[in-house]
T-cell receptor, first 115, second 113 residues
Framework: AQTVTQSQPEMSVQEAETVTLSCTYDTSESDYYLFWYKQPPSRQMILVIR??????QNATENRFSVNFQKAAKSFSLKISDSQLGDAAMYFCAYRSLSSGDKLTFGTGTRLAVRP | DVKVTQSSRYLVKRTGEKVFLECVQD?????MFWYRQDPGLGLRLIYFSYDVKMKEKGDIPEGYSVSREKKERFSLILESASTNQTSMYLC????????????FGPGTRLTVL
């Protein structure tokens, strides 16, 4: 079974600075998808960014980018120019082609943004 | 905008009660999911459904059942609630396709006394 590990339960960043959240996963498959979801306090979980494993280019969405290292099974999220609204729980998730549309989530990282 | 709604934000029940958690999505999604979220454990899949009247067990189905009579509605049932089922429950929906994102509801925080 695939597992997803987020080793940082909590992180803190100064407003306007850059922060990187780490995620590693364990799989024997070669084709899969990776996601970062954001859960703001008392608000719904939303997708931040997604990466297809067959793509070597790292995904980018505005201030959010990933560092995808397939050989190392690492999928970190970088948030540039952090804003107060970035404060949230961030979950890394894995989906394999063989498991249909099911996601396996990590345990989450709570990000605080200091003004 | 995709909208996934859940019947209650907060719910308090007694041990042994039968509990229904309702989820409705308005985007005609085939897939629907129920997760529970606990601190330090992340999200764990309870049940999911690929179509009306179809259901499959997730990673932690014990103590739960589901019902999907209509495409837009997916219900989670706790037949006899126990204190260890106190948790945040999240519903999600998606269209088939492994790259597609799941859209989440606001969650129901269930407390079983």
């Amino acid at each position: 079974a695939q597992t997803v590990t987020q080793s940082q339960p909590e992180m803190s960043v100064q407003e306007a600075e850059t922060v990187t959240l780490s995620c590693t996963y364990d799989t024997s498959e070669s084709d899969y998808y990776l996601f970062w979801y954001k859960q703001p306090p008392s608000r719904q979980m939303i997708l931040v960014i997604r990466q297809e494993a067959y793509k070597q280019q790292n995904a980018t969405e505005n201030r959010f980018s990933v560092n995808f290292q397939k050989a190392a099974k690492s999928f970190s999220l970088k948030i540039s120019d952090s804003q107060l609204g970035d404060a949230a729980m961030y979950f890394c998730a894995y989906r394999s082609l063989s498991s249909g549309d099911k996601l396996t989530f990590g345990t989450g990282t709570r990000l605080a943004v200091r003004p | 905008d995709v909208k996934v709604t859940q019947s209650s934000r907060y719910l308090v029940k007694r041990t042994g009660e039968k509990v229904f958690l309702e989820c409705v999505q308005d985007m005609d999604h085939e897939n629907m999911f129920w997760y529970r979220q606990d601190p330090g454990l992340g999200l764990r899949l309870i049940y999911f459904s690929y179509d009306v009247k179809m259901k499959e067990k997730g990673d932690i189905p014990e103590g739960y059942s589901v019902s999907r009579e209509k495409k837009e509605r997916f219900s989670l049932i706790l037949e006899s609630a126990s204190t260890n089922q106190t948790s945040m429950y999240l519903c999600a929906s998606s269209t088939p396709g492994t790259v597609n994102e799941q859209f989440f509801g606001p969650g129901t925080r269930l407390t079983v006394l």
